[in-house]
Each structure stands twice: as structure tokens, then as C-alpha cells.
């Protein structure tokens, strides 16, 4: 890990002050203005909470508890922002008053670039009514295809060529080639990729081309298994880092486990138990840790054991978007942590002791926003 400590980034016009930046270490002059490019669609999630069960036809089920934040993309997206990452995305946005919610979220409330996206008139935004229950959720999801850009793809309008970055983000969808990636590789940018479920069964691996321009590939267990034909998550992650330097292989419950095809170093790290309230965009949380940890040039084990407590701390709010923890509450759970006379504590502090020469002060430390039951509330006059 890069000696010294983060230190607080310059804030940028119209965006909130970040509380600390994980690669002020790292940084020179000629460093691209982007750390992070992402693209994909965003959604307006409406999240209902808890239910006793799943709903029943025919019958009408009361949620004791609801909130409204973006969805799709913008859970990437605002993870990334809140771990100190000057994050751009280019989406598609909807001329209503849900694509105006989302922009104003995204762009003020987490100073997330979006220079690369673009509001369509007269189209609306997809929607998402996301059911949780049992630690588990049930979506419903209604939306069209965005229209295409009026302009051509000529290297300065994304996705056709994304800006230059440290790195990109990429959602890899089984027969659908992603032409961006080997651009965004040309000029630099380590790509990470994590994959959709495959609806039509075949899960061939030639649908993976695309890691040949990636640096990580993160799938979850299922996925890693049933692309490589394996039966062990541990054996998935051996044999993906064949194709892609490094394989992570999310676990659920056992935690994550990542193999280094460059250097044959692996590791694995167990989740942290905690009481789930709305598992919404925790994988979408668990990269944007890994991808931070990664930039700040942290050992494999710490990049994967801070994966797996942002993915944690999420689970513990409802929303997709804006259940991604930021360093308020690392650094509370953290002193939680440190004050706990468990030995259970004591194994966890262990794993965790390298956060003492990353997190800020808590002092510094604000509460990010929260999924609020509604959007657009009048003011009085």
C-alpha cells in the first residue's frame, strides 16, 4: 500500500466537498481528469421495504417502509463518487421529472460528471419497483431504449470513445460486443467488468471476448461457475485468470476470493455478517471498493476486504444509489469496531487494520444523502 496518508481533493465547481481523496499519493500533473468512466442506464428505483414475504396474487401486500433514489448505472456510479473517485458517467436521461430528479442527485448531490451524458426530450425514464424481503429482493422494471446520439462517435462523445480515464467500468451483456472497451484500453484506461445474467441459458465463454481488453473481471459465484464450467467458486476464479489478469469472484455469504493471473498470488477474505435491510446494488458497491483499492495500489487481500465492508455497510440502508456508504461510515463502523471487547472484534480489527493509515478524521466525516419516500416535495412559497 503507498505510504502516506489520502489527503482532502480540490473541490470542483458545483460538487460537494469530498471528504478525502485515495489516490492524492498517486497523482501528478499529467494525470487524466477522469479516475473512473462508466456508462449504462440509469433508472429511478422506487424500493418497497419491509415485507413479511414475498407478495401474494391476488392479494395486496403493505410495505412498512419505501424510498426513492437513481438506480441502474448511478449505483456504480455514486459508490464510485463517494469513496473520493472523480467519477464521469454518460447515461441517457429522461425529459420528466424523474430525469431531472436523477440528474440534480447525481450531478449536485455527488459531483459526478456528467458532461458525457444527455437529457432526451420526450422520452421517459425507465422505472424500477424493487421488493425487499428475506434478504432478498424482487424487481419490476418498465422502460424503452434511449435513442441514439444525433452525434457521430468522432473520440469526443461517449460511449463511442469514453474520455481518458484511469479506469472504466464496463457491464459485459452476453452477445452484445461493448466496441468502447478496446478504445478506452488504447488510451490507457484499466478496465474493470462485471457480467449479466445470461437469460437464454447458453452462458457460452466466447461471450467474455471482451476481457481481452479488461485488467478484472468480477462476477458472482453462479456466473463464474456456469461460464467455466466449474463447480467451485475458487476454481472459476483460477480458471478465469486465464483470460483476464485478475479474477474476483463474489461468494455472498463466504465472502469474495480473487487469483492474480500475472503473478499467481490469490487470496480470499469472508464476509462481514450483518443484518440485510435491502441488498440493492451491494455487487455495484463491492466494485466500486475493489476499483478504489485498486487505484490506491493496496495489496489484493486489503482491496477485496474493503470490497466486501462497502458492500456491507450498504445493505444496511434501503436504495440503490444512495445506500452506498461514504467515509462517514467506514470510519463509524471502524471505531465501532476498535471499542468492541468480542474476540470475534479482534479478528475483524486484525483484517482490517490497514484503514488506520487510510481513513480521515471523524470530524471531517458528513452522512451522505439517504432514499427518501418520494421525490419533488413542494416548498412553501
Known amino acids: ?35 473512473v468512466y462508466l456508462t449504462g442506464t440509469v433508472f429511478l428505483d422506487i424500493i418497497l421495504t419491509g415485507l413479511d414475504s414475498a407478495p401474494v396474487r391476488g392479494t395486496e401486500s403493505w410495505a412498512r417502509g419505501m424510498g ?54 420526450g422520452w421517459h425514464s425507465p ?58 484500453a488504447a488510451r490507457g484506461s484499466r478496465i474493470f467488468a462485471d457480467v449479466g445474467w445470461d437469460d437464454t441459458g447458453r452462458w457460452d465463454p466466447a461471450d467474455l471476448d471482451g476481457l481481452a481488453h479488461c485488467e478484472a473481471f468480477l462476477p458472482n459465484a453462479e456466473e463464474a461457475m456456469r461460464y467455466t464450467r466449474t463447480s467451485d467458486p475458487r476454481a472459476a476464479a483460477r480458471k478465469l485468470a486465464e483470460r483476464v489478469p485478475l479474477a474476483v469472484v463474489t461468494m455472498g455469504s463466504e465472502g469474495a476470493c480473487a487469483v492474480d493471473g ?40 486489503d482491496r477485496l476486504a474493503f470490497a466486501g465492508l462497502t458492500a456491507a455497510l450498504s445493505v444496511q440502508e434501503f436504495g440503490g444509489s444512495l445506500a452506498a456508504p461514504g467515509w462517514a461510515e467506514i470510519v463509524a463502523w471502524w471505531q465501532r469496531l476498535r471499542a468492541d471487547g468480542a474476540p470475534a472484534a479482534g ?20 452522512p451522505p444523502a439517504r432514499a427518501v419516500p418520494t421525490i419533488g416535495f413542494r416548498r412553501p412559497a
Do not use: K
Not at 3 to 30: E, I, M, N, W, Y
Not at 148 to 157: L, N, R, Y
Not at 279 to 298: H, S
Open 1 to 35: 500500500m503507498s505510504a502516506g496518508r489520502p489527503q482532502q481533493q480540490p473541490v470542483r465547481q458545483g460538487a460537494p466537498a469530498p471528504v478525502l481523496d485515495p489516490l492524492a499519493s498517486l497523482r501528478t500533473d499529467g494525470d487524466p481528469a477522469t479516475d
Open 68 to 121: 426513492s433514489s437513481p438506480g441502474g448505472v448511478a449505483n456504480m456510479a455514486t459508490a464510485l463518487a463517494r469513496l473520493g473517485l472523480r467519477t464521469s458517467l454518460a447515461a441517457a436521461f429522461g425529459d420528466d421529472m424523474y430525469g431531472e430528479y436523477c440528474w440534480d442527485a447525481l450531478s449536485h448531490g455527488e459531483g459526478i460528471d456528467l458532461t458525457y451524458s444527455r437529457t432526451i426530450p
Open 127 to 184: 422505472v424500477t419497483v424493487s421488493m425487499a424481503y428475506e434478504g432478498e429482493r424482487t424487481m419490476v422494471s418498465h422502460g424503452h431504449e434511449a435513442p441514439p446520439p444525433d452525434t457521430a462517435f468522432d473520440g469526443g462523445h461517449a460511449p463511442g470513445c469514453p474520455p481518458p480515464s484511469r479506469a472504466c467500468v464496463a457491464s459485459l451483456v452476453p452477445g452484445r460486443p461493448e466496441a468502447w472497451l478496446a478504445c478506452a
Open 262 to 301: 500475472r503473478t499467481g498470488e490469490s487470496a480470499e477474505v469472508p464476509a462481514i455478517a450483518v443484518e440485510a435491510l435491502d441488498p440493492t446494488g451491494a455487487g455495484d458497491v463491492f466494485v466500486a471498493g475493489f476499483v478504489t483499492g485498486t487505484l490506491a495500489d493496496w495489496p489484493l487481500a
Open 347 to 366: 479478528v475483524l480489527r486484525d483484517r482490517y487494520a490497514f484503514l488506520d493509515a487510510v481513513l480521515p478524521a471523524p470530524g471531517r466525516c458528513t
